[in-house]
C-alpha cells in the first residue's frame, strides 16, 4: 500500500480534510462544505448578466465529482438555507445559488479557512506547498478529468 497512488492520495486528503475541519468547527461548517458554497459562490453571475447561473453538473464537473455525489453534499446545504436550488430553463437542469444567509456564513468561515491554510503552508513549507500544488494538478490532468 506504500506506493499505491489511490491509498496515499485518500489518505492525504483524509489528513488535510480533518486539520481544516479542525480549524472550521467554529463556523459550524466542515472544510467539504465549505469548498462547495466557494464554488458556488465563484459561480455566481451578475444579477444583469445574459449568461445563465451555475447548474449542479457544471459545478460537479468543476469539483471533479459525481453528480449524484454533489447533489446528495447540496442537501443539507440547502436545508441549512445556505443554497437554493431550483429548476434551470430546462427541467432537466437545477441551478444553486449561494443565498444572503449563505453569504453570511461563508463570509464567517473563510477568515477561519485563511488560518487554517496558512498553518499549514508553513508547517509544509512554502516552496514544497507550491510543488505540491503542482504535482496535485498535475495527478488530476493525468486522470483526464482536468
Request: glycine residues 2%.
Amino acid at each position: 500500500m506504500d506506493v499505491c497512488a489511490c491509498f496515499n492520495f485518500r489518505k492525504a486528503s483524509r489528513a488535510v480534510t480533518q486539520f481544516f475541519d479542525e480549524t472550521l468547527a467554529p463556523s459550524g461548517l466542515r472544510s467539504t462544505q465549505l469548498v462547495i458554497l466557494l464554488n458556488v459562490a465563484a459561480s455566481q453571475r451578475p444579477v444583469n448578466s445574459t449568461e445563465p447561473p451555475a447548474t449542479v453538473m457544471q459545478l460537479a464537473r468543476e469539483m471533479v465529482m459525481d453528480r449524484s455525489t454533489l447533489a446528495r453534499n447540496l442537501k443539507p446545504l440547502e436545508k441549512q438555507r445556505l443554497i437554493k436550488i431550483t429548476p434551470g430553463h430546462d427541467r432537466r437542469t437545477r441551478v444553486v445559488r449561494l443565498t444572503a444567509h449563505g453569504r453570511k456564513v461563508l463570509a464567517a468561515a473563510v477568515p477561519l479557512w485563511e488560518q487554517a491554510q496558512q498553518r499549514f503552508v508553513e508547517q509544509v513549507g512554502p516552496r514544497r506547498w507550491k510543488s505540491t500544488l503542482k504535482n496535485l494538478q498535475s495527478a488530476v490532468a493525468a486522470t483526464n478529468r482536468a
